[in-house]
T-cell receptor, first 115, second 108 residues
């Protein structure tokens, strides 16, 4: 079974630009979560999507947004990039909520560098 | 405030020298405690889930245990390939709370 895939793997952007990252979950997984990982802060939760609806949201500004499509693929968008947005962005998929399984499986991440 | 704290931040072991990593949590309504391994430049790799105090799970040289306040990841006779960052996370209300990890280096 294929794992979680994320594209692109690496991205370099300039301050003020916007960026869109993509995530394809494991087949059969309908919940997708996004995280930001930086050396100082560790893994921080951005948001979670299930059935095309955002179910949970972390403490990030409105510049960070996401969406999920009917095939469970998800995208996240960051507008007006700041230097501090440089990080590894990780996507994790899991079975639908309510199944009793909370196991998340992570993709390899997208390394975003803002210059 | 829901929080997960890991210690130590970094650990260097000689090959074969057993040790334990600690994960203490204050997460209301904890539904599960997770351990992940993360290699540089990669996403975290799922290791274990623990759901109730007293539960233990093993995989090769790793054993995870859970009490009402903390979890331990015991590493028995580690090898250099066990070098990685180990993350723990508590889940409550469908949200994960991650610790900042323990960076483990095993020296041959």
């Amino acid at each position: 079974k294929a794992g979680v895939t994320q594209t692109p793997r690496y991205l370099i952007k300039t301050r003020g630009q916007q960026v869109t990252l993509s995530c394809s979950p494991i087949s059969g997984h309908r919940s997708v979560s996004w995280y930001q990982q930086t050396p100082g802060q560790g893994l921080q939760f951005l948001f979670e999507y299930f059935s095309e609806t955002q179910r949970n949201k972390g403490n990030f500004p409105g510049r960070f947004s996401g969406r999920q499509f009917s095939n469970s693929r998800s995208e996240m968008n960051v507008s007006t990039l700041e230097l501090g947005d440089s990080a590894l962005y990780l996507c994790a998929s899991s079975l639908e909520p309510g199944t009793g399984s909370y196991e998340q499986y992570f993709g390899p991440g997208t390394r975003l560098t803002v210059t | 405030e829901d929080q997960v704290t890991q210690s130590p931040e970094a650990l260097r072991l000689q090959e074969g020298e057993s040790s334990s990593l600690n994960c203490s949590y204050t997460v209301s309504g904890l539904r599960g405690l997770f351990w992940y391994r993360q290699d540089p430049g990669k996403g975290p790799e799922f290791l274990f889930t623990l759901y109730s105090a007293g539960e233990e799970k093993e995989k090769e040289r790793l054993k995870a245990t859970l009490t009402k306040k903390e979890s331990f990841l015991h590493i028995t006779a580690p090898k250099p390939e066990d070098s990685a960052t180990y993350l723990c996370a508590g889940v409550a209300g469908n949200q994960f709370y991650f610790g900042t990890g323990t960076s483990l280096t095993v020296i041959p």
